[in-house]
Every structure is written in C-alpha cells, then in structure tokens.
C-alpha cells in the first residue's frame, strides 16, 4: 500500500506570494492532518480534516486555510506570504478519525517551502 | 494548557551505549503518548505508543513506560546502534480529533 504522498517536495516563493501544497492520503484513510514544522516553534499543529470537513483547527492566522476533497485528498494554502512561513509542512493521514479515539497517523515525506 | 517538554540535544553516544531520553507533560484529561522518530529528509514515523497508565510500548528494542504519578514518557533503548541516529519526538494527544502536541525534539548521534 503507498503512504502519504506529498507535492511537491521543494518549494522557492517570495514574499506576498501564496502558494498550495498538496496532499495525498494512504488508501482508505479519511483523516487528513497537517503540521508546520520550524527550528524555532517545533511541529505545530495546522488544521484537521475529516469527510471534507475541517474538525480541528491550531492557532495559525487566517492566511492560513486548507480543504479537502470527496477522495480525501487535501490541499493547504498560504496566501501573502511572510519569511517566517519558511518551514516543512508535513501532512498525515489516518483511517477513521474517530472523536473519542485514537487513530494511528502517518506521515508523508513533507513540503520543504522557502520564503525569500 | 497541554504540552510535552523533552530534553535538550544532542545526546551523543557510542555504539551499544545505553540510551535514556527524557519526556515528562502536562494535560488536561488522560492523554496517549507516542515516540515519533524523524531520519534526515524524511517524515514522521510512529516508533511507539501508549495508550494509558502504566502501558509500556516497544519496538525495535525501543521502550517507553506511560507514567501518570510523573506525568512522563521516558524513551530507552539497551543497546543503540548507528543506525538510531534521528531525532526523537515525544507527543499526546487528547483525543481531539486527531490532534498531536509534540515536544521540541531530541536529535541522537551514534558513533562507532
């Protein structure tokens, strides 16, 4: 089964750009989730999606917005680009999402954005 | 609030030394706690988990003891290898959702 597939890899943006990661799920998972990761803040959480429904939301600025589609695949967008958006965006998946309960995520490879 | 306080790095060892390191969180309600490990250029993988107090979770000769009188999570090995070196991230999660709330990291370094 292939994991979490994220494009593209790399990424170049000036500032006051916006730009739109990718993120394919395993096979069967309808949980998708995302995370900044930086040197300075660590992994943080970005926002969750469930059955195209954002569920779960982390204290980022409104910049800062996500969707998902009817095969689960998400995408997050950033718009107006700041240099402090520099970071690797990981996205992970899981199977069922379920409140109350703990499902398994895993990860993908991440979006490595750079904001000059 | 939550949150996950893991030691400072590196932690430099030699081959087969013995590994500790520490992971202690504060949480409202009763949370889950993980070891996710991180190679160079690649993503998040689960090592371990524990889903309530006193659960041990293990792989790949990793163990960690969920501790509620402590509040902590400490991540140990008996024997690391080169191939260990990563760095180690202790996480909770509430249940919310699918929320994760990471500690800041712990990068190892495994000489011959």
């Known amino acids: 089964k292939a994991g979490v597939t994220q494009t593209p890899r790399y990424l170049i943006k000036t500032r006051g750009q916006q730009v739109t990661l990718s993120c394919s799920p395993i096979?069967?998972?309808?949980?998708v989730s995302w995370y900044q990761q930086t040197p300075g803040q660590g992994l943080q959480f970005l926002f969750e999606y469930f059955s195209e429904t954002q569920r779960n939301k982390g204290n980022f600025p409104g910049r800062f917005s996500g969707r998902q589609f009817s095969n689960s695949r998400s995408e997050m967008n950033v718009s107006t680009l700041e240099l402090g958006d520099s970071a690797l965006y990981l996205c992970?998946?899981?199977?069922?999402?379920?409140?109350?309960?703990?499902?398994?995520?895993?990860f993908g490879p991440g979006t490595r954005l750079t904001v000059l | 609030g939550n949150s996950v306080t893991q030691m400072e790095g590196p932690v430099t060892l030699s081959e087969e030394a013995f590994l500790t390191i520490n992971c202690t969180y504060t949480a409202t309600g009763y949370p889950s706690l993980f070891w996710y490990v991180q190679y160079p250029g690649e993503g998040l993988q689960l090592l371990l988990k524990a889903t309530k107090a006193d659960d041990k979770g293990s792989n790949k000769g990793f163990e960690a003891t969920y501790r509620k009188e402590t509040t902590s999570f400490h991540l140990e090995k008996g024997s690391v290898q080169v191939s260990d070196s990563a760095v180690y991230f202790c996480?909770?999660?509430?249940?919310?959702?699918?929320?994760?709330?990471f500690g800041t990291g712990t990068r190892l370094l495994v000489s011959p």
């Open positions: 096979s069967g998972h309808r949980s």
């Open positions: 996480a909770l999660s509430l249940r919310s959702f699918q929320k994760l709330v």
């Open positions: 992970a998946s899981s199977l069922e999402g379920l409140a109350d309960s703990y499902n398994e995520q895993f």
